[in-house]
């Protein structure tokens, strides 16, 4: 059998071939080869566009270098080093641009952002007094790809302005700093509270000298947190807001100190003040003084132009560490509280350390200052005894409050000078040996505020005669003032000159102001008295709801000034208050109370006192009237017109005496310095660091 292999089948007559569409397959190859092509385009494109927004802020950041760099050199109106500083610094961090890729242009000028009319950038160009730069960089960076089509070498334009900060300077006043020995403030503040610190390692503490810390470590090192966009009112209310342990503190100091071994030698220290009866949870310091209350703290108000400048500024640790002992002992270094009581005539004493020395941190007008004593001594009459009721009933009252400030000294930053190596300043210490003022002083301010003479002084009837105000009033007097300017390098401490003791000059302003007018009598005006029963009778339960103690009420009717007079029998005066207060301590069986406000006897006296007219006794009136005419003869009462007769007579002979005084008063200065070794008033002043270039950017 004879297999035939077959053919292909034979096509229809007519049909066509299959058509292979081979014309679509080379389409998309070039497609794809032009996708591909553009992509490496746009790489290319923002690979170069990126390396212009990388070269703009390479270059912007160069700008803002070289404002700072050339502001930093402003010295005086010499622009020529701040222009040559700013080109170097802009050659320093452009190290990829050649000289000729870039134009760097410098103004110098003045920056005042209280000229509204300088906005935005409040700067003007030229001036008397330059204290800023303005910064500009032309440049042209090379092209990454500079065969690209379309792509062109372009010109970025930045621009920086940049200001001097006002300089800061810190310092203290009165702190003996050089070394540690049996008088430094340390061991000295110690023994004012009692404490045993024979036990305690207070050399240790001598390595802290010259030790160099910050405000802003501090802070940090008592975990109390301080933003970037703090301002200086914030600070120090934040400071003010703010109290630690001393235990805390001392442990701060030396953690910033870097001396962590003196931990341990804090503990003992505040053992030994518990040993010595002080309460430790009492131990308290307050890092800023209260604007508002005037109560110091660590630091005083600070005045540095920014927050950041302020607590950058460098303190001496052993400084740091003085203060706060002192102020963390603060309240209990009572020294001395005593009272007399003769028949009425009462005089109390007292003193104590009412302010330890605080550190000035700031620009011109900063203050310190340095520990104060205050000495408060009252003389006053107390009614309910032999010689307070006799005076009373005569209309004769004396009440003289006396404050006396002593080792007081306060040191204001007067200049800086930058230009110096190393940079000065210039304090001006005002240290008189006592400061004395007499008048009213608020009772919470009175051992809680350093300047209560010439802040808190309140005018008071100090010494009344037959109702009529002989003396009232208030005064202050610095006396034996001594006030020294002293230059000081940074990190250097002087003492000022010992006091003059100018005695003349005292006397002078003390006849000032006894017959000047700061001191002055006149009439006592009491309040009126009510019209008729109903008004009494209220007035009589307002009072009576208040107390149901007798001597209490009659202290609130005199504190309202409801004491006319009234007469004695028909002789002598008392006032209403008074009288009343007789009524209702006189026995029942003679008319009285009793000494009781309960029951209607009393209110029924006070209703009948409170309507009763000023009257004075015969005798009473009479001295009354020659009281008035001395007082108006000698210029004691300001109604009286006239040239004071004392005045007169007592001026030429204290303008005589002055300069011998003062002469024998410098002649007592030497004779102690030289011959007993007593240089009093001398105050030390340190200068413990300035900030003179700090520059800001500002635009």
């Known amino acids: 059998m004879t297999i035939k292999k077959q053919g292909p089948a034979l096509r229809p007559s007519g049909a066509q071939r299959p058509c292979v569409r081979r014309s679509k397959l080379r389409g998309s190859i070039v497609l794809n080869a032009v996708i591909a092509l553009s992509l490496i385009l746009i790489v290319l494109i923002g690979t ?25 050199t402003l010295k005086g109106n010499n622009c ?8 170097a610094s802009a050659a320093q961090n452009l190290p990829s641009m050649t000289p000729s890729q870039y134009v760097l242009t410098t103004t110098c000028g003045v920056w005042d952002p209280t000229v509204a009319a300088l906005k935005p950038t409040y700067f003007s160009s030229g001036g008397s007094n330059i204290n800023a730069l303005y910064v500009k960089i032309s440049g042209t960076p090379s092209l990454i790809f500079p065969s690209l089509p379309g792509n062109a070498v372009r010109t970025i334009v930045v621009e920086a302005y940049a200001a001097k900060e006002a300089a800061v300077a810190a310092f203290s006043v009165g702190s003996k700093l050089i070394d540690i020995n049996s008088n430094a403030p340390l061991i000295s503040i110690l023994k004012l509270v009692g404490a045993d610190i024979s036990g305690t390692c207070i050399g240790c503490y001598t390595g802290l000298a010259g030790v160099k810390i910050t405000p802003g470590g501090l802070l940090s090192a008592l975990g109390i947190p301080v933003t970037t966009d703090l301002t200086v009112a914030g600070l120090n209310a934040l400071l003010a807001a703010k109290q630690v ?25 505040i053992n030994s003040l518990i040993s010595a009866g002080v309460n430790v949870d009492k131990l308290m310091v307050q890092l800023g003084t209260d604007a ?5 703290g660590l630091f005083a108000q600070i005045t540095a132009p920014t927050a950041g400048s302020a607590l950058d500024v460098k303190l001496d640790a052993l400084n740091v560490l003085t203060t706060a002992v002192g102020i963390g002992t603060n309240d209990h270094a ?26 000035g941190i700031g620009g011109v007008g900063t203050k310190a200052y340095n520990s104060q004593v205050r000495v408060y001594i009252v003389l006053m009459t107390k009614p309910g005894e032999l010689l307070g009721d006799l005076l009373g009933a005569l209309g004769t009252q004396i009440n003289l409050p006396i404050a006396i400030d002593v080792v007081n000294a306060l040191g204001t930053l007067e200049t800086m000078n930058c230009d110096a190596t190393p940079p000065q300043a210039m304090i001006r210490v005002d240290a008189p040996i006592l400061s004395a003022c007499i008048g009213k002083i608020d009772s919470l301010a009175l051992w809680s505020k350093t300047d209560v003479c010439s802040t808190d002084l309140a005018t008071m009837p100090l010494v009344q005669l037959l109702g009529i105000n002989l003396l009232q009033g208030k005064a202050y007097l610095p006396a034996l003032q001594n006030t020294s300017d002293v230059t000081l390098k940074v990190g250097e401490t002087q003492s000022t000159a010992a006091n003059p003791l100018s005695i003349g000059d005292t006397l002078a302003s003390l006849l000032k102001l006894l017959l000047g007018g700061s001191l002055t009598g006149s009439p006592a005006v009491p309040a009126d008295r009510a019209a008729n029963a109903t008004i009494a009778a209220s007035m009589a339960d307002y009072y009576l709801a208040k107390t149901n103690q007798v001597p209490v009420l009659r202290g609130l009717l005199e504190a309202d000034n409801l004491t006319w007079s009234r007469p004695v029998l028909l002789l002598l005066s008392t006032t209403m208050p008074q009288e009343w207060e007789a009524k209702v301590n006189t026995a029942t069986w003679l008319g009285g109370c009793g000494g009781s ?59 005589l005496l002055q300069p011998i005084l003062n002469t024998v008063g410098g002649l007592i200065s030497n004779l102690l310095s030289n011959t007993l070794g007593l240089e009093l008033g001398r105050t030390d002043v340190f200068l413990q660091s300035m900030s003179c270039q700090n520059a800001k950017l500002v635009y």
Not at 52 to 63: G, N, P, S, W
Not at 292 to 296: F, I, K, N, P, W
């Open 597 to 655: 406000l309960s029951g209607s006897c009393a209110r029924n006296a006070l209703i009948q006192s409170l309507q009763t007219p000023n009257q004075d006794g015969l005798v009473s009136g009479i001295l009354k009237g020659l009281v008035a005419l001395v007082t108006g003869v000698l210029g004691l009462n300001p109604d009286a017109g006239g040239t004071p007769l004392l005045s007169a007579l007592l001026g030429p002979l204290i303008q």
């Open 334 to 359: 009572v020294q001395l509280a005593t009272g007399i009581n003769l028949l009425g005539l009462s005089l109390t004493v007292e003193a104590r350390i009412i302010e330890p020395p605080s550190i």
């Open 245 to 269: 342990t001393l235990g805390q503190l001392l442990n701060a100091i030396a953690t910033v100190a870097g001396q962590t071994g003196l931990i341990n030698v804090n503990a003992n220290l």
């Open 292 to 296: 508002t209350s005037g109560v110091r």
């Open 80 to 87: 020529a080093a701040a222009q040559a500083a700013a080109s």
């Open 48 to 72: 170069e566009l990126g390396y212009l927004f990388y070269m703009k802020r390479e270059l912007q950041k160069a700008v803002d270098l070289a404002a700072l760099a050339g502001t930093q």
